[in-house]
């Protein structure tokens, strides 16, 4: 799978964020009512891969999200639980999953597939699969593919909040990067061995926010020529962390062209992901 | 085309029960299970109809949830009489629309009650569902968690036979699961969506949604079931009509150009369906895009047509695997169910529905299903 733009929003949960909505507000013909913060982060991070590039009709939107809504979904509770009202139709309806990926579709004219998944630390892991999926089956042509979190602690200091986006197709040409190879195991040496020869020649192992510190010395020696990131360190507590690491790199922001993205979940299942800027 | 995918087993709980052969003869008899269901709130009282399971006033924690989830998919994985290393290796997709909200709201409301200040435990993890099931099920294939409203476990069955066709897994359980939540059945109630009285669509008399709590699996492989009818999935469409964020374009193009889609990807003409069960909330809104829809690619020549939401509820993001469940195992008992409480035509539609039981002897199903968030998604079946 070929990555041909790429946006990284990455801001702490205290940001106003009414300056990027107005810019938003700017370049689109109508913007849906009360949009949440949420929504938002979604449309800014969309809006900057997409730029004033056109895309297929067809092509689908792949919104991976660990906690989904989170704010408007704690607003339909306090109405619906502590005041033992009625929610707010507008609360209610973004608390609705996939509102979000619906509003890119509708800002960009996509009519293709729409999806909005999660799969808990391997969220992003699994709509690449699922994008990758869709584009082999002529599902789609072109895949805009995101990960949106809010922060999950707005009282953490390295809490941040994420909105980063790949827009992604079969065709080579043109490309910045490309997802090589991707591999799946219940340890890390099980999901190394899957993976081409090429990936141990990677010039750079990030670790994602689950996989535990002591793998280091592991990762070190299978790898012992490339440098060692930490998601947490260079992306903060974020759960869009991964979406981070391969945004950065395909921007060049990393200073390195080979990324194997080592992301373990709560169960000790681990997925491996080779990527590589062109 | 892609080959096909077969259903190799199949269960679901609802408000008609579990048994399969049960809830087959309560279809045929065009059974409305519907519960009174009441909310004393602030501001008032709401009573609406309701298709509870157990056919009681809805009630559900973590651990009940999950016994629910777990139950029905030990029901499909016995059904489709997967081994344990077969069943081990499979994945797992989850469609569901409410999440795991019954369970916050559960905690929420406890803590309420002892006077404890409420935080919502964020994050509350939309994937949680799946992981614990994979977890309760020693599965340790790719899990995931399918969250597009109306459509999730439509979806999420697509995407499965997808993942068969191209040889990316070799069983696939698909699970579709909403409990009944009072942000959602609160929710319907401000968008003034739900019914007083019963589920009627394409019925000049209908007034709304009644809603509805489910839990359905299919187990889906590449291998032909043992059972004497083997239902194939022939084709998956997927789409988005950008119209509006709750309701499909009333001139129902997207829903017809999703139908042409998966015709044409099961290289099949319009004349090789033998009936169609339609989304058919009982809104006016779907009544009218669909209808629209279905009117453009099938013209004059309309197959028998019937809904199943009067019988399950609107049951959001299980009603995929649900009335998938409930319209092949119709079918195997020899007939297609009518549309339930039908009373009257709607002249604005032009479309006459099922009011007694077809007689099935094999053929090709459409089965659609459209949502909030533009989803659009239609499924072709056989059992042929």
Redesign the interface.
């Known amino acids: 799978m070929y990555i041909h733009r790429v946006a990284v929003l990455c801001v702490p949960p205290s940001e106003d964020l009414a300056a990027r909505r107005a810019g938003l507000a700017r370049g689109a013909e109508s913007m849906?009512r009360r949009l949440g913060r949420f929504g938002l982060l979604t449309l800014l991070g969309a809006d900057a891969c997409v730029g004033s590039d056109p895309l297929s009709p067809r092509c689908g939107?792949y919104l991976a999200?660990?906690?989904?809504n989170?704010s408007d979904?704690?607003a339909?509770?306090g109405q619906?639980?502590?005041?033992?009202?009625?929610?707010?139709?507008v609360n209610?309806?973004h608390?609705?999953?996939?509102?979000a990926?619906?509003?890119v579709?509708?800002r960009f004219?996509?009519?293709?597939?729409?999806?909005?998944?999660?799969?808990?630390a391997l969220?992003f892991e699994?709509v690449l699969?699922?994008a990758a999926?869709?584009l082999?089956?002529r599902?789609a042509p072109q895949a805009l593919i995101g990960a949106v979190?809010e922060a999950?602690?707005t009282d953490n200091p390295l809490a941040r909040e994420a909105s980063c986006w790949l827009l992604a197709s079969e065709r080579p040409d043109g490309a910045l990067g490309r997802i090589e190879a991707r591999s799946?195991g219940?340890s890390a040496a099980q999901a190394l061995e899957q993976l081409p020869a090429s990936a141990t020649k990677a010039s750079m192992v990030a670790l994602g926010p689950l996989v535990a510190q002591d793998e280091t010395h592991w990762w070190r020696e299978r790898l012992p020529g490339a440098c060692l990131s930490s998601d947490l360190t260079a992306a903060g507590v974020c759960?869009a962390s991964v979406a981070i690491a391969i945004g950065r790199l395909l921007l060049g922001a990393l200073g390195v062209v080979c990324m194997l993205h080592v992301s373990r979940?709560?169960?000790g299942?681990y997925v491996l992901l080779l990527v590589r800027r062109l | 085309m892609a080959p096909a995918i077969h259903i190799l087993g199949r269960a679901i709980t609802c408000a008609l029960g579990d048994d399969l052969h049960q809830i087959g003869v309560k279809a045929r008899n065009g059974c409305m299970p519907l519960l009174p269901l009441t909310l004393e709130l602030t501001c008032g009282r709401v009573r609406r109809p309701f298709c509870a399971i157990g056919q009681r006033q809805p009630q559900w924690d973590a651990p009940s949830l999950m016994q629910l989830i777990l139950s029905t998919a030990q029901r499909a994985l016995a059904d489709a009489a997967l081994d344990r290393a077969q069943a081990a290796h499979m994945t797992l997709l989850l469609g569901t629309g409410s999440l795991t909200i019954p369970e916050i709201e559960s905690e929420a409301h406890r803590a309420q009650l002892t006077g404890e200040r409420y935080c919502m435990r964020r994050p509350y993890a939309c994937g949680l569902l799946a992981e614990r099931l994979a977890l309760d099920l020693n599965s340790r294939g790719p899990a995931m968690t399918f969250t597009t409203a109306c459509t999730a476990s439509a979806t999420a069955l697509i995407h499965g036979a997808d993942l068969i066709a191209s040889g990316q897994a070799e069983h696939v359980l698909v699970v579709g699961v909403e409990p009944f939540s009072r942000s959602v059945f609160l929710g319907f109630e401000s968008l003034g969506l739900l019914s007083a009285t019963a589920c009627r669509p394409l019925d000049a008399q209908r007034d709304g949604i009644v809603l509805g709590e489910a839990c359905s699996a299919l187990v889906i492989g590449a291998r032909p079931a043992t059972r004497k009818n083997d239902w194939r999935i022939l084709a998956g469409a997927l789409g988005c009509d950008t119209t509006s964020v709750t309701s499909n374009g009333a001139d129902g193009s997207r829903i017809a150009s999703t139908i042409q889609e998966v015709l044409q990807r099961a290289e099949l003409p319009a004349s090789a369906i033998s009936a169609i069960k339609i989304h058919g909330t009982g809104s006016g809104p779907n009544d009218e895009s669909e209808a629209a829809g279905l009117r453009q690619v099938f013209g004059a020549r309309m197959p028998a047509v019937t809904g199943l939401k009067p019988l399950l509820g609107h049951t959001l993001g299980a009603c995929g695997t649900s009335e998938v469940t409930l319209l092949t195992a119709a079918a195997d008992a020899g007939f297609i169910p009518p549309l339930a409480g039908f009373r009257q035509p709607d002249p604005q539609l032009g479309i006459a529905p099922l009011t007694q039981p077809l007689p099935w002897s094999g053929g090709v199903l459409l089965a659609s299903f459209f949502g909030f968030g533009g989803s659009c998604t239609a499924l072709l079946l056989s059992d042929r």
Do not use: C, M
Not at chain 1, 65 to 68: C, Q
Not at chain 1, 109 to 120: E, I, K, M, W
């Open positions: 849906p939107v999200t660990e906690s989904g989170a979904t704690e339909v509770l619906v639980v502590a005041e033992n009202s009625l929610p707010k139709p209610f309806i608390t609705l999953s996939n509102t990926a619906f509003y579709a509708q004219g996509l009519q293709g597939p729409n999806h909005t998944v999660s799969s808990r969220s699994r699969a699922l999926s869709d082999a089956t599902r979190d999950s602690r799946e219940w759960d979940d709560t169960l299942r």
